[in-house]
């Protein structure tokens, strides 16, 4: 995907570049989920719940893999595990 706003300056710093670019991709990002949910208006579209629920798995995971990238330290290696049961009474 490319974006089509001309630099302000040939020395555009990373994080001016990051600030020009963040709003107008998130926006885009977002209304394009919107449209997505669109398609669960059952009076337009008939849909099974398997293919809802694969949906929403993949846009889970694609908004996952974004948070990793941007918070690399949260990633955990561990593999998961039920917390302690309380004590018994």
Known sequence: MTDRTPQTSEKETKSERFRR???QRTRKAIKRIQHVGNLAATA??????????AIMTA?????????DAFFPERVSEKPFDLPPAPPAA
């Open 44 to 53: 337009t579209y008939e849909y099974t719940e398997a293919e809802a629920l």
């Open 59 to 67: 846009l889970q995971d694609a908004v996952s893999k974004c948070a």
């Open 21 to 23: 670019l963040a709003p």
